[in-house]
């Protein structure tokens, strides 16, 4: 494909709606592949969000490329399909995926992988990509997003197998996506370091850097929780970590979650808050460090005990 054909599909911007649509359809189609680019990072992450949460597929994975060396590609894919953390090298976890992924294919149950930035990967993890593409029958969707650079990516020699699957592109037009509509805020012994917009259907929360939401610390588990949005909220499910996972100061195995929900992982605390609160912070809860007053009488959070995690 040349220039021109380039030029030709990606020449005129399409609106959110017209965008997801298509998206959905070719994913119910069962096209391998779909490529979406558009000048805005956050509108596009926001597309995928949408996408990831209302995809006719059984399984779903995330990823965001500017993070992902090869070996922790594979083993985000593998954590988000619910796989627990195995010790094996990049060719053993790529045999693990794709025998799952076939596995899933035979018995009718299709998987997408949505990928952020998908321009700022790198040669290795697109040769991975080409391989998980390779597989017949596709039991895969992928959808790429990134900004007019993937395009160029896709047009060079080495993609040759993957162009051919990527007829299906679409530009977002400017301005067409709202912003995420909750954001969990981050802090650590009483300071806050920001807030984490949540764009994406599912956030590992870990230690190691692979994940959606690393936590560097002694107190937190490789990988010691997912967040998962659902129709009717939030879902927070604790994998097996060595301190466990607090949610206003009660351990939890698994717990739904509404806008003000204090969450304990290690030593930092995540709440959950409408993306654009009003000024000053919600009813019910006072910063931290200072003694929490929480409306309705419920107890002030507790400090669980915590011990170091190998």
């Known amino acids: 494909m040349n220039a021109e054909a ?9 609106d959110r709606d017209r965008c997801l649509l298509a998206v959905r359809e070719a994913i119910a189609d069962g096209a391998p592949c779909a490529v979406v680019t558009g000048d805005s990072p956050a509108e596009l992450a926001a597309l995928l969000r949408r996408c990831l949460a209302t995809a006719p597929v059984e399984h779903a994975a995330h990823v965001v490329a500017e993070t992902a060396c090869p070996r922790a590609f594979l083993e ?21 995926l794709r025998i799952f992924l076939q596995h899933e294919g035979r018995h009718g149950r299709r998987s997408l992988l949505a990928i952020e930035e998908a321009n700022r990967f790198g040669p290795r ?19 790429l997003s990134g900004d007019r650079r993937l395009l160029q ?32 805020q981050l802090s650590r012994n009483g ?70 929900d204090l969450i304990a992982i290690g030593d930092y605390r995540l709440r959950l808050l409408e993306a654009a ?24 959070p507790s400090r669980p005990r915590l011990r170091p995690v190998g």
């Open 76 to 96: 985000s894919l593998l954590a988000q399909f619910g796989f627990e953390p195995i010790s094996a090298d990049e060719q053993e976890l790529l045999s693990l």
């Open 6 to 14: 380039i030029a030709r599909l990606a020449r005129e911007p399409v």
């Open 191 to 260: 300071e806050i370091l920001g807030r984490v917009p949540l764009r994406q259907r599912r956030l590992l929360i870990g230690r190691q850097r692979q994940n959606d939401l690393p936590l560097p610390s002694h107190y937190v588990s490789r990988h010691h929780a997912l967040l998962s949005e659902r129709q009717d909220g939030y879902l927070l499910v604790d994998l097996n970590s060595t301190n466990g996972t607090y949610v206003n100061g009660a351990p939890v195995r698994e717990r739904r979650l509404v806008p003000g």
């Open 153 to 184: 990516v896709l047009e060079s020699p080495a993609m040759q197998r993957v162009a051919a699957l990527t007829r299906r592109r679409w530009r977002l037009g400017h301005g067409s996506l709202a912003p995420p509509a909750h954001c969990l």
């Open 277 to 300: 609160p009003a000024a000053g912070p919600p009813a019910g809860w006072v910063p931290e460090g200072t003694r929490r007053v929480f409306a309705g009488g419920r107890p002030p």
């Open 125 to 143: 993890v697109w040769q991975l990509l080409q391989e998980l593409l390779s597989m017949r029958p596709a039991p895969l969707t992928l959808l």
